[in-house]
């Protein structure tokens, strides 16, 4: 375990815990699987990465677009002709 004194309070120490691994285990499970992997699948898992980055990109654009347009969506919406359609 570190420890170090205050400067101004020698009586006092501080005790900082080791250096925990900035990976989890999870994580490292999966790092060490990659690490196992032949050369060319290494650019098969790249790619899947690429697409799963993507992918996510694409749902938050069109979330976000989604939620920018219910404003102007609104005044078409919430209207007494429709209603008849809204109990449905």
């Known amino acids: 375990m570190d420890s170090r004194t205050f400067a ?4 006092i120490r501080l005790y900082l815990p080791p250096r925990a691994n900035p990976m989890n285990a999870p994580d490292q499970v999966l790092f060490d699987k990659i690490k196992q ?3 060319q699948r290494l650019a ?3 790619d899947f990465v690429d697409f799963l980055r ?3 990109n694409e749902q938050r654009l069109a979330l976000a677009a989604a ?3 219910e404003a ?3 005044q ?3 209207n007494d002709d429709d209603a008849a359609y809204d109990r449905m």
């Not at 101004?8 to 009586?11: G, L, Y």
């Open 67 to 69: 939620k920018a347009s």
């Open 37 to 39: 992997l032949p050369p």
């Open 8 to 11: 101004n309070a020698p009586s």
């Open 54 to 56: 993507t992918r996510e």
């Open 72 to 74: 102007s969506f609104a």
């Open 76 to 78: 078409v919406w919430d």
């Open 44 to 46: 098969e898992v790249e």
